[in-house]
């Protein structure tokens, strides 16, 4: 398949914080079973609150955030209390129902940048009793200009500890200047790239930070290359064939699930509560006035 170059679009987060949301989008939903991906900065916070996004629910999914710069402090209705730095990993585990808030310290490095991404669960797992985990380190491979960081999943004969229900695989690569390097992948997995800075050609396509690259199936190997310094972030995974409903913060298969899952955020049941967190949780948006239809990877109904 010919790569395609997915532009993303800006979404305000919280009252500080906007986002470039690269997946879904109506050519391509999903990645494996990546459904979600929002990139942000580089933004200067030296002088403003940086993230401040209050308790919100989940559902269906895993969360994966990924730091290029910053801190986030990351509270859970578990009980979690866990800062997040850039190298590390937060992996939220949803399953039948989680809340939690994002917020930089009050004492927070002066630019913030990342990713936040969606794991969709499979059947046997969207159920399940929440988790939260947090992974400081990580498996890195290095060489030739080439730094890459096994997030999730397994690439170059090592594996992240981070627990995935699915196949699939999630990496940062950090290239100098001049560097190329040709990465082993999985022919039954379909593949994306996100430039965070600086550019790089990826399987032969330009790519610069704002968009995702959808890279297909059917690869054996993946050429990165890049004249100046670059640091990017592919996803990867066997397709997903379970056609998902999406709305708001939440994953499901049916109109039904989302109605029960609002009601339930509403009425404080199911999610918990976030401790410590100074202000309200976010309130569900209204339900929009049709009958919300569960889509497959490639956007169709």
Not at 124 to 130: C, F, L, N, Q, W
Request: charged residues 20%; glycine residues 12%.
């Amino acid at each position: 398949m010919d790569n395609l170059l997915l532009p993303g679009h800006d979404v305000a987060l919280g009252r500080y914080t906007v986002v470039r949301r690269l997946l879904p989008q109506r050519p391509r939903r999903m990645v494996g079973a990546w459904c979600f991906a929002d990139a942000f900065g580089p933004d200067d916070v030296a002088d403003r609150p940086g993230m401040q996004v209050g308790p919100h629910p989940h559902t269906g999914l895993q969360t994966v955030t990924w730091l290029v710069e910053g801190e986030v402090l990351h509270r859970d209705s578990l009980g979690s209390l866990v800062s997040i730095r850039p190298g590390q990993l937060n992996l939220m585990t949803s399953g039948r129902g989680i809340a939690h808030s994002e917020e930089s310290p009050a004492a927070h490095p002066p630019v913030m940048q990342g990713l936040q991404l969606w794991v969709a669960l499979p059947e046997d797992a969207r159920h399940g009793e929440p988790a939260f985990d947090h992974h400081a380190d990580l498996p890195v491979l290095s060489g030739d200009g080439v730094t890459a960081t096994v997030v999730m999943g397994s690439l170059g004969g090592v594996t992240s500890p981070a627990r995935a229900h699915t196949p699939l695989v999630g990496a940062e690569f950090v290239l100098a200047a001049g560097a190329r390097t040709t990465v082993a992948v999985e022919p039954d997995f379909e593949y994306g790239a996100i430039v965070l800075n600086g550019a790089a050609r990826v399987g032969g396509t330009p790519l610069v930070p704002g968009g995702l690259l959808y890279l297909g199936t059917g690869r054996r190997e993946l050429p990165l290359e890049a004249d100046g310094d670059a640091r990017l972030f592919l996803i990867g995974g066997a397709p997903f064939d379970d056609p998902l409903v999406m709305w708001w913060n939440f994953v499901a298969r049916s109109h039904e699930e989302i109605v029960e899952a609002r009601e339930d955020w509403m009425a404080g049941r199911r999610f918990g509560v976030v401790r410590g967190y100074d202000g309200d949780p976010i309130p569900a948006p209204a339900m929009p006035t049709v009958r919300l239809k569960a889509r497959d990877r490639h956007g169709n109904s």
